[in-house]
């Protein structure tokens, strides 16, 4: 019998050791989020915050400005990935990038700014919507998309888009970076659209 409570009291102590755990855990989440909440509300509450949500025309303006670099960067990716894909063949890939990614990495300086401060107006409403989630995840998976084509397929260039190896296509990972980064970016661009509904 005493075996029986000395095994009882050790498989107890664990229990209690990963209860005591679970409520440390459910603590310092309880914190986090109180302290993610003030710091929403202090950026809804800034001037800028205030300014975006009670002004007629600022919030508005910055929508467009949001809209067009979204038409911008996705207008000068779609081209090159669609070149990637197999439609104009004639076009070399490598003078065609040349010609489009500054326009992609300038359509950033107003998507990102813009973005920002539509995100102060209403931090907590996003931060709470699961279609926001998707959108900041989708883009980080255009990014890595993007890495990943910068590295591996772009650096071979020279071999695939050369008069004579054009005629054949680009290479399966680079039709597949472009038809992952279409379809990514018609999918960031539709949860920035359902964010006004969700």
């Not at 950026?43 to 002004?55: D, K, N, V, Y």
């Not at 894909?85 to 992609?104: E, I, N, Q, T, Y």
């Not at 931090?123 to 699961?130: E, G, N, T």
Request: net charge positive; hydrophobic share 60%; charged share 15%.
């Amino acid at each position: 019998m005493k075996g029986f409570v000395v095994l009882a009291a050790a498989l107890a102590l664990p229990a209690a050791a990963w209860a005591h755990h679970g409520e440390r855990v459910v603590r310092k989440a309880e914190m986090a989020a109180e302290a993610g909440g003030k710091v929403l509300g202090a950026l809804e509450a800034s001037g800028l915050g205030q300014a975006m949500r009670q002004s007629e025309w600022l919030y508005p303006a910055v929508e467009i400005v949001h809209l067009v670099g979204i038409g911008l960067l996705f207008g000068s990716i779609a081209i090159l990935d669609l070149r990637l894909l197999g439609f104009s063949k004639s076009v070399s890939a490598k003078r065609l990038a040349g010609h489009v990614l500054p326009w992609a990495a300038a359509a950033f300086l107003l998507i990102v700014p813009s973005g920002l401060m539509m995100f102060i107006a209403h931090a907590s409403d996003f931060i709470s919507s699961p279609v926001f989630a998707v959108k900041m995840c989708l883009i980080m998976a255009a990014g890595l998309n993007a890495a990943l084509f910068h590295t591996i397929v772009f650096p071979s260039i020279e071999v695939w888009d050369s008069e004579e190896m054009r005629k054949l296509g680009a290479p399966p990972s680079a039709r597949a970076c472009a038809a992952a980064s279409l379809l990514i970016w018609i999918s960031v661009i539709a949860c920035g659209r359902l964010l006004a509904y969700f």
